[in-house]
């Protein structure tokens, strides 16, 4: 837990920084051109993976509410369906994946998450759109979720182990990423 000041002070400018990492991730994925509306690569998943890693639950899921919403002001699309879809995303994915955190490797952490993250998207995504083809999008979504998951988690790793170098803070030991 955080108790001092200081240490209170550090944990923000931590989060503050995940957050603009992973907002200026999201704004470029969004700038990556896609042939189905809910297949992005999931970069900024990558920071959300690693701080719920690192810092724990409660911390990815603002990093992902926040990242959300703050990438939808940059490209301008709050108050739209696209950021009810990636507000809906990030926190499904920052639940599912704090759940099962212990129970998962981070890899398995992440692809968890991404699943999540695509089906209340597409359940979303159905509501707004009704008469979307969901049964035919479902298996390519679930292919593409566990692939970009799996890219997600070992990128995550690799920054897990190493550290965040731009916050001076060290990495994760390999006991850390098994738990």
């Known amino acids: 837990m955080w108790k001092s000041t200081e240490e209170k ?7 503050v920084l995940l957050v603009v990492l992973a907002t200026g991730a999201g704004v470029i994925e969004n ?3 896609r042939p189905i509306p809910f297949i992005k690569p999931g970069l900024a998943n990558i920071i959300t993976v690693a701080a719920i890693v ?5 911390t990815g899921l603002r990093v992902n509410i926040l990242r959300s919403t703050g990438a939808a002001l940059f490209i301008g699309t709050l108050a739209t369906p696209t950021y009810l879809l990636s507000l809906s995303g990030g926190i ?3 639940l599912v994946m704090g759940s099962v955190k212990r129970v998962f490797s981070v890899t398995g952490m992440s692809v968890a998450g991404s699943l999540g993250s695509l089906l209340i998207q597409l359940l979303t995504a159905s509501v707004l759109l009704p008469g979307l083809p969901v049964a035919g999008l479902l298996l390519p979504l679930s292919i593409w979720g566990t692939l970009s998951g799996t890219i997600t988690g070992i990128v995550a790793i690799v920054l897990l182990r190493r550290g965040f ?6 990495g994760v030991d390999s006991a850390t990423l098994q738990e």
């Open 9 to 15: 002070g550090n944990r923000v400018r931590i989060e």
């Open 31 to 33: 700038i990556i051109p």
């Open 54 to 58: 690192k810092y724990g639950f409660w």
């Open 92 to 94: 499904v994915s920052a």
């Open 165 to 170: 170098p731009w916050i001076h803070d060290s």
